[in-house]
């Protein structure tokens, strides 16, 4: 997994809001769907998928918007409008988190995209595994503990 240091803060472009992450992420992604595309204005959304117990917004009130339907919340920044997180319906367990939002993302590789079947052909990650779509759910714990032995360095060539 990538060597992240713990605690860490971020916030969105103007400050407004705050958040800080005292567990190591479960998963890192990046998805290709055209709804990640327009929010982020960009060919993929870089996220970090954080238990809840070790995520939290430390200043500011973000607002829900950029709606992807039924139980699919994206917080973003009342000032700046600035995509901060996601939390899903019947989810409670993880905040799917921006990763750049963080004061230090030089941390961050993806290590799974989604959404590959809508993805720029020029659009290239490093991820070690891609998905047409979402992986299926029954895919995530295998996953995750794959991820949690990953050296991202071989993917990013350089030390953690």
């Not at 595309?37 to 918007?65: D, H, L, N």
């Not at 949690?148 to 030390?159: G, Q």
Request: charged residues 20%.
């Amino acid at each position: 997994m990538p060597q992240i240091n713990l605690p860490m803060e971020g916030s969105c472009r103007c400050g407004e809001v705050r958040v800080k992450i005292s567990a190591a992420p479960m998963i890192t992604m990046a998805c290709h769907c055209k709804g990640c595309q327009k929010m982020t204005a960009s060919a993929f959304s870089c996220s970090a998928a954080m238990p809840t117990a070790g995520f939290e917004v430390t200043a500011g009130e973000p607002v829900i918007g950029g709606a992807h339907g039924d139980g699919i919340h994206h917080y973003h920044c009342p000032r700046c409008k600035s995509w901060i997180f996601t939390r899903m319906v019947g989810m409670e367990w993880f905040v799917n988190l921006r990763a750049t939002m963080l004061d230090d993302a030089t941390w961050f590789a993806p290590f799974v995209e989604t959404y590959t079947s809508t993805k720029f052909s020029w659009a290239e990650t490093g991820a070690r595994h891609g998905y047409p779509e979402f992986p299926p759910l029954d895919a995530f714990e295998g996953l995750m503990k794959e991820f949690a032995e990953w050296d991202s360095s071989t993917v990013m060539n350089t030390k953690t």
